[in-house]
């Protein structure tokens, strides 16, 4: 009697649990990061902060610098896809950029947001994780060239400074804002502002 050949091993897949433990994981490791920076964070932290004890910890995570750049890449992704909804229907270029520089604000500005940390800790990062994150950067920043192209400025102002300059003021609002009298929409209006008096 011929046999059948046997059925084919179905691939495992991961469990709900096992997915909402690597959630637990990650959640735990954005607020290390954001508190203590990509340098002063070891997977021994996280691991004990998670209640996962010695080498299992990597069966949910490759390594440190594989977690902190899926942390970081998902950071830009949610304040891209954030900024692209705002300007979605915009069709005036200043009016675009004024909402693009409020929207990122707002997150940047959010007291509960582990986007600026995450975008910004990267400098004591090795050099191959480094290029990586600067190389994800770029592509988040090309939403303001984009918008930056489109608007009606002198020929001889060169877009990259501006674009620099620009990026430069939103990103370090975060070192001297305080609540109160101005809110993050508001600092995000007069930035645009400040944008475009320059070329009147």
């Not at 949610?78 to 409020?102: F, H, M, N, S, Y």
């Amino acid at each position: 009697m011929t046999m059948a050949p046997p059925t084919p091993r179905a691939r495992r897949q991961p469990t709900e649990q096992g997915s909402n433990r690597r959630a637990q994981i990650l959640e735990i490791a954005a607020h290390l990061f954001a508190a203590k920076g990509y340098a002063g964070t070891s997977m021994r932290d996280i691991g004990e902060e998670a209640g996962v004890l010695g080498g299992s910890l990597y069966h949910h995570v490759k390594s440190k610098d594989a977690l902190f750049a899926e942390l970081h890449n998902n950071a830009l992704d949610q304040a891209g896809a954030r900024i692209e909804e705002a300007i979605a229907t915009i069709g005036d270029p200043w009016k675009k950029l004024e909402t693009a520089c409020v929207t990122m604000l707002e997150i940047q500005l959010d007291p509960q947001s582990l986007t600026t940390p995450l975008m910004s800790d990267f400098r004591t990062a090795p050099e191959p994780l480094r290029r990586l994150l600067i190389e994800r950067r770029d592509a988040f920043e090309a939403i303001f060239a984009r918008i930056i192209a489109e608007l009606d400025l002198p020929p001889h102002i060169d877009l990259s400074i501006y674009r620099n300059t620009l990026l430069t003021m939103l990103n370090h609002t975060t070192d001297w804002y305080r609540p109160g009298r101005l809110s993050p929409a508001d600092i995000g209006r007069q930035v645009a502002a400040i944008m475009r008096a320059g070329q009147a």
